[in-house]
């Protein structure tokens, strides 16, 4: 497993955070084999997965299928005070809330090496998803100096979800290694894998339908109908991407890689807004409110790089460059086209010390695109007291990373230290408004930028042949500043976070995992959000020669995990705290049969929760 926190430029720039890639082991056993899991919780939560292979000679051949249920439920806790005027008016809520995500697919892929250069697979995925949120909401509202109150209830419930199916296919041809040894003979045998020089073709084609309803009913505190709405947003969203990668070995140590890659995406969504009328019972369609609104998105990319040793000194510098061209159009408003030139330089530079020390520096540009809804320029009632409007004007982040690093190796532990300092351009936040009296508006704004000067620490012990243990924490302080609706701001905060991982084997088919982690307190651009702690568990069993195995995990032990944020500007403060019920108990119980490895070369992972950025 390697954990890269400045990729390269091959790698898609999207995001502030690294990537992992995972390395596994070749196999190439005849036969069939198969894992199957089936796991059950707390709060309804169940699910199961199969996955079989078949390899003959050439051959690979994969299905499977899966089914999951989860949910989190919890307490929420708002707290709203707008101005107007020379009144104030309170917004109070509490109440119970629950989410729930469920899923179910089926794949099939099969791999072909036609020759011991050439790879080819083809694999496809089929099946649909469900997210809901529902909550009961006792709400208090007021006013002062004129004290009028009222108090009802808020029943909530939204849906979304639909289909999806996607197809993904890869070749890759090895070229022939002809480095010559000191025989003068070929070298075909032993060499590493990075040494080789091969051309990579991805395609992976993705449909998703996105069909939501959101139904707010309001009643007194008898029972009676008082009031509702209903909101109904629906359409399909498909991409395809294309990734062309080539990698070329160079003089001893050295490599070229170049490549080419595309992400064109297209989604079409229609929403409409339904209000309750009290003396006919029925929804009556609200035209002001109703939109109809398509994107249209496509990314261009071409990146270089080059890689080397020169004796201790390591090496590596990059350019990637990519080309947006983006349209929206929505009902009564202009198209907002976005024709766009991204440039994303990296440099890594690492020095070997005696002792398996090793120094390491790296730059990398990076970017985070604003999502399709955050774009959305029209306004939706969420309920009685909240509406939201995406922003089309919306700029996307660009992040500079500077990284400076440590590492020691010593018998089977490691420890790492990194002083990292990162600037982000064009700071994106969920801002809120007063949109009318006691009416909220939330939306999304570049407020700025952002300041992260720190250090963090790793560090992994074999303290005896039945305990290893993994200690992270990073320490850093924080600043944002700039100026929201006409007012310059500037805001900091010290902020750390820790991690502490603990494995036991109790004994040989027994182990026993304990982790835990801090996030501390930090600072919005309007307000800050609080600290939390939480600590996890998992004992593991193996039993018929580790071929079946139970996991029993518990999420949140202590109850502990609980969010809490303040957000204050022109005329409102607001307060909301959520409380997660904990903790969590799940069962997994698992079964592999004829030496079952996952295939990871097709890469066609991901198949219907993935949402492209606009």
Request: no cysteine; hydrophobic share 30%; aromatic share 14%.
């Given at each position: 497993i390697e954990i890269i926190t400045n990729p390269s430029v091959k790698y898609e720039p999207d995001g502030a955070t690294g990537i992992i890639n995972i390395i596994t082991k070749k196999n190439y056993l005849d036969g069939f084999s198969g894992i199957v899991n089936l796991n059950a919780g707390m709060?309804?939560?169940?699910?199961?997965?199969?996955?079989?292979?078949?390899?003959?000679?050439?051959?690979?051949?994969?299905?499977?299928?899966?089914?999951?249920?989860?949910?989190?439920?919890?307490?929420?806790?708002?707290k709203r005070n707008t101005f107007s005027n020379d009144t104030t008016y309170f917004v109070n809520s509490n109440g119970d809330s629950e989410r729930q995500f469920t899923s179910k697919n089926i794949r099939a892929g099969i791999e072909y090496n036609p020759t011991k250069n050439d790879f080819i697979s083809l694999s496809g995925r089929f099946g649909t998803w469900d997210m809901s949120n529902n909550s009961t909401l006792r709400y208090d509202t007021?006013?002062?100096?004129?004290?009028?109150?009222?108090?009802?209830?808020?029943?909530?419930?939204?849906?979304?979800?639909?289909?999806?199916?996607?197809?993904?296919?890869v070749y890759q041809h090895n070229f022939s290694n002809k480095t010559p040894n000191k025989t003068g003979m070929s070298k075909k045998k032993g060499f590493s894998p990075s040494r080789i020089h091969n051309l990579k073709l991805k395609v992976n084609y993705r449909h998703r339908n996105n069909d939501e309803f959101a139904i707010n009913e309001l009643r007194s505190l008898t029972d009676t109908l008082i009031g509702g709405k209903k909101n109904v947003e629906k359409g399909p969203s498909e991409s395809i991407r294309i990734h062309l990668d080539y990698s070329l070995p160079l003089r001893k140590k050295d490599k070229f890689e170049a490549g080419f890659q595309s992400r064109n995406g297209r989604s079409h969504d229609i929403t409409e807004l339904y209000l309750l009328n009290i003396g006919t019972g029925g929804l009556e369609l609200v035209p002001e409110y109703s939109n109809n609104i398509t994107y249209?998105?496509?990314?261009?990319?071409?990146?270089?790089l080059y890689a080397g040793e020169a004796g201790k000194f390591g090496y590596q510098a990059g350019l990637r460059g990519e080309y947006t061209d983006r349209t929206i159009t929505s009902t009564g408003e202009d198209d907002f086209i976005l024709n766009r030139w991204d440039y994303f330089p990296t440099v890594h530079l690492s020095y070997s010390l005696p002792l398996d020390q090793q120094l390491m520096a790296s730059y990398s540009r990076r970017i985070n695109r604003p999502r399709g809804w955050q774009l959305e320029p029209f306004v939706t009632w969420q309920d009685a007291y909240n509406v939201r409007q995406g922003n089309p004007n919306l700029k996307p982040e660009y992040i500079d990373s500077y990284e400076l690093g440590y590492l020691i190796k010593f018998n089977d532990n490691f420890f790492s230290f990194e002083g990292y300092y990162r600037v982000t351009h064009n700071k994106v936040e969920r801002v809120s408004s007063v949109y009318s009296a006691d009416v909220m508006l939330r939306t999304f704004e570049n407020v700025g930028q952002d300041f992260s000067l720190g250090i963090e620490a790793m560090l992994n012990l074999n303290l005896f042949s039945w305990w290893e243990m993994d200690i992270s924490g990073n320490f850093f302080n924080y600043k944002v500043e700039g100026e929201l609706y006409d007012e310059p701001f500037k805001r900091t905060s010290t902020n750390w976070n820790s991690r502490l991982n603990n494995t036991f084997t109790l004994w040989k088919n027994g182990q026993l995992q304990i982790n835990s982690r801090y996030n501390s307190a930090s600072v919005t651009a309007q307000g800050t959000s609080s600290g939390y702690y939480s600590v996890d568990a998992a004992f593991k069993v193996n039993f018929l020669n580790r071929l079946l195995s139970a996991n029993l995990q518990a999420r949140d032990i202590f109850g502990t995990a609980m969010r809490e944020r303040i957000s204050e500007g022109q005329n409102f403060y607001t307060y909301y705290k959520y409380k997660p019920k904990a903790p969590v108990l799940m069962v997994t119980i698992s079964y592999r049969f004829n030496n079952f490895r996952p295939s990871r070369k097709s890469n066609g992972q991901n198949g219907g929760d993935q949402e492209d950025d606009f």
């Amino acid at each position: 497993i390697e954990i890269i926190t400045n990729p390269s430029v091959k790698y898609e720039p999207d995001g502030a955070t690294g990537i992992i890639n995972i390395i596994t082991k070749k196999n190439y056993l005849d036969g069939f084999s198969g894992i199957v899991n089936l796991n059950a919780g707390m709060y309804g939560q169940y699910g199961g997965n199969l996955q079989l292979n078949y390899r003959l000679n050439k051959f690979n051949f994969v299905v499977g299928a899966d089914y999951n249920k989860r949910a989190r439920p919890g307490s929420v806790e708002n707290k709203r005070n707008t101005f107007s005027n020379d009144t104030t008016y309170f917004v109070n809520s509490n109440g119970d809330s629950e989410r729930q995500f469920t899923s179910k697919n089926i794949r099939a892929g099969i791999e072909y090496n036609p020759t011991k250069n050439d790879f080819i697979s083809l694999s496809g995925r089929f099946g649909t998803w469900d997210m809901s949120n529902n909550s009961t909401l006792r709400y208090d509202t007021w006013t002062e100096p004129e004290f009028t109150d009222f108090a009802y209830n808020s029943i909530d419930e939204t849906k979304r979800g639909g289909g999806f199916y996607s197809i993904d296919g890869v070749y890759q041809h090895n070229f022939s290694n002809k480095t010559p040894n000191k025989t003068g003979m070929s070298k075909k045998k032993g060499f590493s894998p990075s040494r080789i020089h091969n051309l990579k073709l991805k395609v992976n084609y993705r449909h998703r339908n996105n069909d939501e309803f959101a139904i707010n009913e309001l009643r007194s505190l008898t029972d009676t109908l008082i009031g509702g709405k209903k909101n109904v947003e629906k359409g399909p969203s498909e991409s395809i991407r294309i990734h062309l990668d080539y990698s070329l070995p160079l003089r001893k140590k050295d490599k070229f890689e170049a490549g080419f890659q595309s992400r064109n995406g297209r989604s079409h969504d229609i929403t409409e807004l339904y209000l309750l009328n009290i003396g006919t019972g029925g929804l009556e369609l609200v035209p002001e409110y109703s939109n109809n609104i398509t994107y249209n998105r496509n990314i261009y990319a071409l990146y270089a790089l080059y890689a080397g040793e020169a004796g201790k000194f390591g090496y590596q510098a990059g350019l990637r460059g990519e080309y947006t061209d983006r349209t929206i159009t929505s009902t009564g408003e202009d198209d907002f086209i976005l024709n766009r030139w991204d440039y994303f330089p990296t440099v890594h530079l690492s020095y070997s010390l005696p002792l398996d020390q090793q120094l390491m520096a790296s730059y990398s540009r990076r970017i985070n695109r604003p999502r399709g809804w955050q774009l959305e320029p029209f306004v939706t009632w969420q309920d009685a007291y909240n509406v939201r409007q995406g922003n089309p004007n919306l700029k996307p982040e660009y992040i500079d990373s500077y990284e400076l690093g440590y590492l020691i190796k010593f018998n089977d532990n490691f420890f790492s230290f990194e002083g990292y300092y990162r600037v982000t351009h064009n700071k994106v936040e969920r801002v809120s408004s007063v949109y009318s009296a006691d009416v909220m508006l939330r939306t999304f704004e570049n407020v700025g930028q952002d300041f992260s000067l720190g250090i963090e620490a790793m560090l992994n012990l074999n303290l005896f042949s039945w305990w290893e243990m993994d200690i992270s924490g990073n320490f850093f302080n924080y600043k944002v500043e700039g100026e929201l609706y006409d007012e310059p701001f500037k805001r900091t905060s010290t902020n750390w976070n820790s991690r502490l991982n603990n494995t036991f084997t109790l004994w040989k088919n027994g182990q026993l995992q304990i982790n835990s982690r801090y996030n501390s307190a930090s600072v919005t651009a309007q307000g800050t959000s609080s600290g939390y702690y939480s600590v996890d568990a998992a004992f593991k069993v193996n039993f018929l020669n580790r071929l079946l195995s139970a996991n029993l995990q518990a999420r949140d032990i202590f109850g502990t995990a609980m969010r809490e944020r303040i957000s204050e500007g022109q005329n409102f403060y607001t307060y909301y705290k959520y409380k997660p019920k904990a903790p969590v108990l799940m069962v997994t119980i698992s079964y592999r049969f004829n030496n079952f490895r996952p295939s990871r070369k097709s890469n066609g992972q991901n198949g219907g929760d993935q949402e492209d950025d606009f």
